[in-house]
């Protein structure tokens, strides 16, 4: 066992991986549950093809509870919503060869969260695409509350601000907030209430993703949890929505004070 007290996760990966003495690194997280062939099937692609580099593993939510069936259907893509060639994958089920990682730069030391997208897009710019596993699955437990999903959103947008990432995204958020739904609500006044429509329209195309991977969870909850898993799923997304908007900019701030980053998306 190697401890580094006060290491973040990236010193804590790259602690790890440079105490490795094998050729392929398998990530995973701590408290995720593995599917018993995981590692198997992570690293079956490097014997099909010597070539390969980086793998992408896939992850589910394991739920225990009505909110967290709603906050996974909510927050994490299911199979269908990945394209191999442009997914970027979390390192909680990832494999890469170490010579990639020591090319790469390894985990940025300097950055808490979403440091695995950094270096997702290092390996990116020499090993394009990524090998994709699917069936290669670390099962975790969504957040189990609205104040643990905050602080989780909160955080990751900090990292968005600190590493220059996601502009456009923040930018539709903030404008979608700030500027499209007062603004509806003032044209409603100005010219007909029938503009309200437009909040019904928006919130439709809103949820409808994560009402679609809801659907099939909804088959083995009580007529009770089914009630409240769909009306979660909207006060979710706005609460993440919020932590983001919250965060970004601290990041930024962080980002400015600290070392220039060059955008990234």
């Known amino acids: 066992v190697i401890e580094r007290p006060g290491a973040n996760i990236s010193q ?5 991986i440079e105490a490795a003495s094998g050729d392929i690194i398998a990530s995973t997280d701590a408290g995720v549950r593995l599917d018993p062939h995981w590692l198997g099937v992570l690293v079956a692609p490097f014997g099909r093809e010597p070539q390969t580099r980086v793998v992408s593993g896939f992850f589910a939510p394991a739920p225990q509870t009505a909110f967290e069936v709603a906050m996974g259907a909510t927050v994490l893509p299911g199979r269908r919503d990945i394209r191999p ?22 985990y940025p030391e300097w950055l808490d969260y979403c440091e695995d997208l950094i270096f997702d897009f290092a390996l990116l710019e020499k090993y394009r695409p990524f090998a994709f596993a699917p069936d290669a699955i670390a099962y975790f437990r969504p957040r189990g509350s609205l104040r643990s999903f905050f602080q989780q959103y909160y955080r990751y947008a900090r990292g968005d601000g600190k590493a220059n990432l996601w502009i456009k995204r923040h930018v539709i958020r903030y404008a979608t907030y700030l500027v499209a739904v007062p603004g509806i609500a003032a044209l409603s006044v100005v010219i007909s209430p029938w503009l309200l429509l437009l909040y019904l329209a928006g919130a439709a195309v809103y949820t409808r993703t994560p009402y679609r991977r809801l659907r099939p969870r909804l088959r083995e909850m009580t007529p009770g949890d089914k009630l409240k898993a769909m009306a979660l799923v909207p006060v979710i997304r706005v609460v993440g929505d919020v932590a983001k908007m919250i965060g970004y900019p601290v990041g930024v701030a962080w980002r400015i004070r600290q070392r220039p980053i060059r955008p990234r998306r």
Do not use: I, Q, V
Not at 12 to 16: E, I, L, P, S, V
Not at 85 to 106: D, H, Q, V, Y
């Open 85 to 106: 060639e442009t997914f970027l994958p979390s390192s909680r089920s990832l494999a890469f060869r170490k010579e990639a990682w020591k090319e790469a730069g390894g």
């Open 12 to 16: 804590g990966r790259n602690a790890a």
